[in-house]
């Protein structure tokens, strides 16, 4: 498996794709946080945290990590060398972990950079110690579970077609229903509305960004990346046999 997640990385960082994807998330970032004026310019928020950041980085995840993703499959679909690494000494599941390794590595490369934000509002923040440490650490680790969703979904779409424009297509709609949909929908459930919102990411995304690590948040993300790795997996034994 490490031999599949090592190729997947070099083949991101062996084309333009990786470095356009960590550029382009970290450009994108950085005009709507710094330079744009508006809700997400951090300089003008008047609080010394990272909240427009953590507003802003899921919407954009959400459609880079499909881009990352929907070659994962798709690719060896249409080269037609997916029936070559079926015939490795690897099972389904190492297979498919090694996919999702590669592109959730790339991602978290991708995220490393935006530490930087962190020391500045920290160093220059006023007055000094008002920055909110736990608030932003809950954050960044909500922002992983969230990545490892995504890039679950990513995995999964990418599997059921040679198409990488349509896994990139289904990828972000059911990303964006998962992430928003249920948020969109749960005040036509009258009574059931907390029940329904907490289908969502963005309710446990949220949660988690209080600083506060509930173990129904980190379940509920631990459960949706599953339940798309085990599809996939399925998926793939079906090509095999």
């Excluded at 890039?151 to 599997?159: E, Q």
């Excluded at 600083?211 to 339940?227: C, E, K, M, P, Q």
């Amino acid at each position: 498996m490490k031999a599949l997640l090592f190729r997947e990385i070099k083949t991101f960082f062996g084309s333009p794709i990786g470095y356009l994807v960590i550029a382009l998330f970290l450009i994108l970032n950085g005009l709507f946080l710094w330079v744009f004026e508006g809700d997400f310019n951090v300089l003008n928020s008047g609080y010394a945290d990272l909240n427009p950041f953590f507003l802003l980085a899921p919407w954009i995840l959400l459609f880079l990590i499909p881009a990352i993703t929907m070659r994962s499959f798709s690719d060896e679909k249409k080269q037609g060398t997916l029936e070559l690494l079926l015939t490795k000494p690897l099972s389904e599941i190492q297979i498919v972990m090694g996919k999702f390794g590669g592109a959730f590595v790339l991602i978290l490369l991708a995220l490393l950079p935006t530490l930087l934000y962190v020391y500045v509002i920290s160093k220059y923040g006023f007055p000094e110690g008002s920055f909110d440490s736990g608030s932003t650490m809950g954050s960044y680790i909500g922002l992983l579970f969230l990545i490892f969703s995504y890039t679950a979904v990513g995995i999964f779409c990418s599997i059921f077609t040679e198409n990488q424009i349509v896994a990139f297509i289904t990828s972000v709609f059911i990303c964006f229903l998962f992430y928003f949909g249920f948020e969109g929908i749960a005040p036509m459930f009258g009574s059931l509305y907390e029940t329904v919102l907490a289908f969502g990411m963005d309710y446990h995304y949220k949660s988690m960004s209080r600083g506060i690590l509930d173990t129904r948040d980190l379940i509920y993300f631990v459960s949706v990346s599953a339940f798309f790795i085990s599809l996939t997996v399925i998926k793939l034994k079906s090509h095999r046999n």
